[in-house]
Structures are given as C-alpha cells and as structure tokens.
C-alpha cells in the first residue's frame, strides 16, 4: 500500500462506512524506523486488521493475538527486543497466508522485500541430520542470520517447518531474539521473526473436537483453552526442534497463535475467495460440490477439514 494513497483511501473509507472514524488517519505509522533501511511505504495495522477481518476465515484468535503482538510492537518506538510469533496448527489452516499478509503490510514489496528472508531448513539444510549438530551451529545458519540482519536491524524472518529444525539450529538463532542491545554490531530489537510450524497441530485439532463435544463452540475457544495442549506437544516434546532449545527456558516467544481446524463453511468460503481471485464465476453448485470433495474428520462425525483449504485452488479446476 502507497503511504500517500492511505490517508486518502481511510478518509474515503470514513465516508462511505460511518463504522471507520477519521481518528484511524492518526494510524498512520510513522516510518517505523529511523535506519536508512527503513522500508518505503510505512505500514497500517489498520489495513492488516482489515484484511484479516475479509479474508482470514474462521480464525479468531489469530486475529486477536497477530494484532496484538503487531500493534505493541510498532507503537513502541525502543522494543526491547524482536517480535516473536509462533505459529502452530494442522496443514491448509492458514499459517503461511496470514505471514505472507503480514508481511505485505510491514514491507512494500511483501516477499520479494530485500528486508524479508524465509529460511526454510528443508531448502537451506536438507541433510542438517547428517552433519554433527555443534558443527552446523556456528557456521551456515549463523551466517546467513548474520548475513541478513547486518544490511538492516528492521528485517522480518520467515522460519518454516521449525519442528523439523535441529534443536542445535535453533540454538543459533536465539541471540538475536533475545534483548540483547547489539549483536555482531547490528541492532536487532526492531525485527520480526515468525516461526511456522505443523507441531501442536493434531493436540489443537484433539482440544477444538473434545470442547466442540462439551458444547464449546470454536469461536469461544480462547488461547488458554490450546496452551497446555500446545506446550506439552512443542515444547516439552524431546521429537520437536524446539525441545532442548533455549528458545523456551529464556521465555524468547512473545506470541503463541494456534490455527483452528476448519469447518465445512470455512471451505466453503475459501472456495468463493479462490472462484473470486481466479475470475470464475461464483456458482452455488461448485462451492458445494468442491467442500463436499474434501476429506473431513472424524471419520462418524466429518466436522473439520483434514487439509483445511489447502487443495481448494487445486480441486476447483475438476468442476469447470
Ligand atoms: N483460514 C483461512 N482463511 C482463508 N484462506 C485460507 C485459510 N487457510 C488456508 N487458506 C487458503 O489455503 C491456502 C493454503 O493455506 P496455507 O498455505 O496458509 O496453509 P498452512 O497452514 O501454511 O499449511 P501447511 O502447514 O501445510 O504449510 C492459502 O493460500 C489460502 O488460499
């Protein structure tokens, strides 16, 4: 979004729906940083609280709690240390589209940004298992960390599959989270890392089931619901990447946001999204016949979507 098209889209906004105040223009972020990194295009909470309230489907509390880690961060001026977010939920639930949103918002250029780097330990590391772990720790990862953060203290970092992450890769990551002033002479108090990760997903899928049979629907569930279940599955796992990392003992997470499974009407609604965005024709028949199609558990009760939306863009060009 152009800085110099927002105020004028908000007062346009304000106009026409009488919900959205002229007192959002005072919104607008100031260039979040005063670095020369700064990225152009300063950013809008306003405008990311927008576009999850359109588009994210049946995810509430991620909502809450991205907007709440998001907002903290970029009115406080002098963070003490980096935004860390953790994000923990099955597959197709939406982990990657709400960072890639977030990221657009923060950054001009969304993920091509020259201040946005997505490791992934699948891509960077594919043999990491092989390679003694205390060897890799100092070396390849911290480099590339180091690398990335010295061109600019304001950058955001994208770690996919962090389950599958070496608790010794891990390790090497956690200066920078921490609140240390200065790490290898960069700054880097003012940077975003989000953490993706499947981990957590079936105990976050076991809890929604369990409170759904106590008559608890799932937008009632709130984070204190899915902590335990989230905690003993992720960070006290010897499986999971983060066990045995300092990434928990030194408290470095500011936000656990869990991603709730899905329910037929939120396919249903990504299926209206995906007809939207690929200019087809938005018909009743498909909509039904394509969230029929996917596979729903458990098996008697067929409540929730086993791959959330993630085949609904693949599975559309069946019906056309
Ligand atoms: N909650 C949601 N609201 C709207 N669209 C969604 C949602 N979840 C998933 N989608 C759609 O499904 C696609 C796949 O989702 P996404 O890649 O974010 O899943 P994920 O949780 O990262 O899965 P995985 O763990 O397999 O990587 C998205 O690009 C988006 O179009």
Same mark, same amino acid.
């Given at each position: 979004?152009?800085?110099?098209?927002?105020?004028?889209?908000?007062?346009?906004?304000?106009?026409?729906?009488?919900?959205?105040?002229?007192?959002?223009?005072?919104?607008?972020?100031? =260039?979040?940083?005063?670095?020369?990194? =700064?990225?152009?295009?300063?950013?809008?909470?306003?405008?990311?609280?927008?576009?999850?309230?359109?588009?994210?489907?049946?995810?509430?509390?991620?909502?809450?709690?991205?907007?709440?880690?998001?907002? /903290?961060?970029?009115?406080?001026?002098?963070?003490?240390?980096?935004?860390?977010?953790?994000?923990?939920?099955?597959?197709?639930?939406?982990?990657?589209?709400?960072?890639?949103?977030?990221?657009?918002?923060?950054?001009?250029?969304?993920?091509?940004?020259?201040?946005?780097?997505?490791?992934?330990? $699948?891509?960077?590391?594919?043999?990491?298992?092989?390679?003694?772990?205390?060897?890799? &720790?100092?070396?390849?990862?911290?480099?590339?960390?180091?690398?990335?953060?010295?061109? =600019?203290?304001?950058?955001?970092?994208?770690?996919?599959?962090?389950?599958?992450?070496?608790?010794?890769?891990?390790?090497?990551?956690?200066?920078?989270?921490?609140?240390?002033?200065?790490?290898?002479?960069?700054?880097?108090?003012?940077?975003?890392?989000?953490?993706?990760?499947?981990?957590?997903?079936?105990? $976050?899928?076991?809890?929604?089931?369990?409170?759904?049979?106590? &008559?608890?629907?799932?937008?009632?569930?709130?984070?204190?619901?899915?902590?335990?279940?989230?905690?003993?599955?992720?960070?006290?796992?010897?499986?999971? /990447?983060?066990?045995?990392?300092?990434?928990?003992?030194?408290?470095?997470?500011?936000?656990?946001?869990?991603?709730?499974?899905?329910?037929?009407?939120?396919?249903?609604?990504?299926?209206?999204?995906?007809?939207?965005?690929?200019?087809?024709?938005?018909?009743?028949?498909?909509?039904?016949?394509?969230?029929?199609? $996917?596979?729903?558990?458990?098996?008697?009760?067929?409540?929730?979507?086993?791959?959330?939306?993630?085949?609904?863009?693949?599975?559309?060009?069946?019906?056309?």
């Amino acid at each position: 979004m152009q800085d110099h098209h927002l105020s004028d889209q908000l007062a346009i906004l304000s106009l026409i729906h009488p919900r959205i105040p002229l007192a959002l223009l005072s919104l607008r972020a100031h =260039c979040w940083l005063t670095d020369s990194c =700064c990225p152009p295009g300063p950013p809008s909470p306003f405008w990311l609280e927008f576009d999850l309230a359109t588009n994210l489907v049946g995810q509430p509390l991620v909502r809450q709690q991205v907007m709440k880690g998001l907002r /903290g961060f970029l009115e406080n001026a002098n963070p003490v240390k980096p935004l860390v977010m953790s994000f923990h939920g099955s597959t197709g639930t939406g982990k990657t589209y709400v960072s890639s949103m977030l990221i657009r918002y923060l950054f001009q250029s969304g993920l091509q940004s020259p201040y946005v780097h997505h490791f992934s330990p $699948i891509v960077h590391f594919p043999h990491a298992e092989h390679i003694e772990q205390y060897k890799v &720790r100092d070396t390849a990862q911290q480099r590339w960390i180091q690398g990335n953060l010295t061109s =600019c203290g304001r950058s955001a970092f994208l770690f996919d599959e962090m389950d599958k992450m070496h608790p010794g890769l891990i390790d090497v990551i956690i200066p920078f989270l921490g609140p240390s002033w200065v790490v290898y002479g960069t700054n880097y108090r003012k940077a975003i890392f989000i953490f993706i990760s499947n981990a957590g997903g079936e105990q $976050i899928n076991n809890v929604t089931l369990a409170l759904w049979h106590a &008559r608890k629907d799932r937008e009632e569930i709130s984070l204190q619901d899915l902590e335990p279940a989230i905690s003993k599955a992720v960070f006290e796992n010897p499986e999971s /990447g983060f066990w045995n990392s300092g990434i928990i003992n030194e408290h470095l997470i500011d936000f656990v946001v869990p991603f709730l499974p899905l329910k037929h009407h939120h396919v249903k609604q990504c299926v209206v999204s995906e007809l939207i965005q690929q200019g087809l024709e938005v018909r009743p028949d498909v909509i039904q016949e394509v969230a029929d199609s $996917i596979p729903y558990f458990p098996e008697e009760e067929k409540l929730f979507s086993s791959t959330g939306c993630k085949t609904v863009a693949s599975r559309i060009s069946f019906f056309f």
